[in-house]
């Protein structure tokens, strides 16, 4: 039996379609609020069992069985009063999923770290996996709760769990149009006025999936691997979607200092309306920053190709384009 966590969320959802599609055993976590929309018809041949990762107890009955974990979950907010709720939830679920995975003899655990995991370079320095965590004011409270999930997975793996780290970077496919990066094909289909400045790495969500199993079925253990496939600007990557989209290309590029001021304005704009406010102060801390990262570990570890973001860009913007409601991109 294979266990995913999160696995009603974006990269979860597509786990899931490839282990079903491939006639595993799949068992999966899901909470009362979450959302189906992305599972379609596999649904039904998946065991759920409502969990929240910080229950212990409602965990080793998820947990029970299990001989495969990919532990998906985690809270993500770049929101300031989110912060230090964030942090503890995403270390210590990691560290009650790990916990019972040396409790139960699970025979490997497949962590989903990210990038932000890493913590900030300088420009131009290209980012592998040996580099070692910085405490500055760059790094996000995203990426710190992310950096100390992943030094429970690395407690694991020092006290005996066979274990595989991955460090995606961002994210991009079809998904839920109104979260999360599919939430950009959406935003610039309608028109989008500006993009951050900078450089990022960025990586097809179908290619995080099918690399994450191809890990966890190989006798790789105590390893971290980024996944990505290209190093972008976030104007080259909008451009591509709104060339995609038929819409018009954003031109203005935001820097740090006009980010701060904008999240400023609608900080306290947000304060009289009574909302939370739609751009917050760690939101910006990448903008203008150019940061890359090498795929070259994982490259010869499972000797495997990219799919180019252009045309991630096109498979992701064809769906939206055909399909409002939630989807998936075709899978392969």
């Known amino acids: 039996m294979i266990l995913v966590t999160g696995g009603t969320g974006f990269l979860g959802a597509y786990l899931l ?3 079903i599609r491939e006639g595993r055993a799949v068992r999966a976590t899901f909470r ?5 929309s992305l599972l379609g018809d596999i649904r039904e041949q998946i065991e759920w069992v409502p969990c929240n990762l910080l229950d212990v107890n409602a965990l080793d009955d998820a947990m029970t069985g299990v001989e495969q974990v990919y532990h998906a979950a985690a809270k993500v907010s770049f929101r300031k009063k989110d912060a230090e709720r964030m942090i503890r939830i995403n270390e210590q679920s990691t560290a009650n999923v790990v916990n019972l995975a040396l409790e139960k003899g699970v025979k490997k655990l497949l962590h989903v770290s990210s990038i932000a995991a890493l913590g900030r370079r300088s420009a131009h320095e290209e980012i592998d996996e040996s580099v070692h965590w910085e405490w500055n004011n760059q790094n996000t409270a995203y990426a710190i709760s992310k950096f100390k999930a992943e030094q429970e997975v690395w407690r694991g793996i020092a006290e005996g769990l066979d274990a595989v780290i991955i460090n995606p970077s961002l994210i991009l496919g079809a998904g839920r149009w109104n979260a999360g990066t599919p939430s950009m094909f959406r935003s610039v289909a309608k028109g ?11 990586v097809d969500v179908r290619d995080v999936a099918r690399m994450a199993i191809g890990l966890m079925d190989s006798d790789i253990q105590a390893e971290r691997f980024i996944l990505n496939s290209e190093n972008l600007s976030y104007r080259k990557l909008f451009g591509l979607i709104a060339a995609a989209t038929g819409a018009k290309v954003p031109s203005f590029e935001m820097q740090a200092w006009h980010g701060r001021i904008v999240a400023r304005a609608e900080e306290l704009l947000a304060f ?12 910006v801390k990448s903008f203008g920053k150019n940061f890359y990262y090498s795929n070259e570990k994982i490259r010869k570890a499972l000797d495997v190709d990219f799919i180019p973001i252009a045309q991630t860009v096109k498979d992701t913007a064809r769906v939206y384009l055909e399909r409002k409601r939630p989807a998936l991109l075709p899978l392969f």
């Open 17 to 19: 379609h490839y282990l």
């Open 32 to 36: 009362p609020y979450s959302d189906f």
């Open 192 to 202: 989008l006025p500006a993009v951050p400045a900078g450089v990022n790495g960025m």
């Open 272 to 283: 009289f309306q009574r909302r939370q406010p739609r751009l917050d102060m760690d939101y």
